[in-house]
T-cell receptor
Framework: DADVTQTPRNRITKTGKRIMLECSQT?????MYWYRQDPGLGLRLIYY???????NKGEISDGYSVSRQAQAKFSLSLESAIPNQTALYFC??????????????FGPGTRLTVL | LAKTTQPISMDSYEGQEVNITCSHN???????ITWYQQFPSQGPRFIIQ???TKVTNEVASLFIPADRKSSTLSLPRVSLSDTAVYYC?????????FGKGTRLHILP
């Protein structure tokens, strides 16, 4: 979805390096999410934010941090990358008043390889 | 949040109707059922959502029995471009969890 962009699209880095993945959206949504996907597996939630002042841990937040710089921007950082963080990372947004009826809009993904 | 169980993979042929069933035995009163589609190297895309009975849109139909312990996504007259992974989710006000999905392969 062109309304949700992620940079970079591909990144190769080395163990121990600090990495930042960025997500921007033009949909005007308050809610933003970061997921990772490993081969053959579903998506797992890392962090989510319901507005600029709200940050929440997902099911696999260890080793990651996030920053919600503005309504439109949500960054994911790996402070010291390790090989098992090699994965496809997706950013998503939504504007549901109720998460139970949420429709999430996903970005194109960032493929991260940690050597 | 209710765990969902769906087939790991399915094969079908072009022009056929495909039904993918998902079980969610522990679904709660306020939970909704949502399906997403994911093509390789792309993010998931919302297909359909329902609470009970039947929901239909231009892409698919969703059938939910009265006990809501399962749901069936129906894709009419599939084509090769429907080859993708389909995720069944039970969503609640504070959680949305993706499972492993069903890998649907459409054959010519």
């Amino acid at each position: 979805d062109a309304d949700v962009t992620q940079t970079p699209r591909n990144r190769i880095t080395k163990t121990g390096k600090r990495i930042m993945l960025e997500c921007s959206q033009t949909k005007g949504h308050d809610r933003m999410y970061w997921y990772r996907q490993d081969p053959g597996l579903g998506l797992r939630l890392i962090y989510y934010s319901f507005d600029v002042k709200d940050i929440n841990k997902g099911e696999i937040s260890d080793g990651y941090s996030v920053s919600r710089q503005a309504q439109a921007k949500f960054s994911l950082s790996l402070e010291s990358a390790i090989p098992n963080q090699t994965a496809l990372y997706f950013c998503a947004t939504s504007d549901a008043d109720r998460p139970s009826t949420d429709t999430q809009y996903f970005g194109p993904g960032t493929r991260l390889t940690v050597l | 949040l209710a765990k969902t169980t769906q087939p790991i993979s399915m094969d079908s042929y072009e022009g056929q109707e495909v039904n993918i069933t998902c079980s969610h035995n522990n679904i709660a009163t306020n939970d909704y059922i949502t399906w997403y589609q994911q093509f390789p190297s792309q993010g998931p895309r919302f297909i359909i959502q329902g609470y009970k009975t039947k929901v239909t849109n231009e892409v698919a139909s969703l059938f939910i029995p009265a006990d809501r312990k399962s749901s069936t996504l129906s894709l009419p007259r599939v084509s090769l471009s429907d080859t993708a992974v389909y995720y069944c989710l039970v969503t609640r006000d504070d959680k949305i969890i993706f499972g492993k999905g069903t890998r649907l392969h459409i054959l010519p």
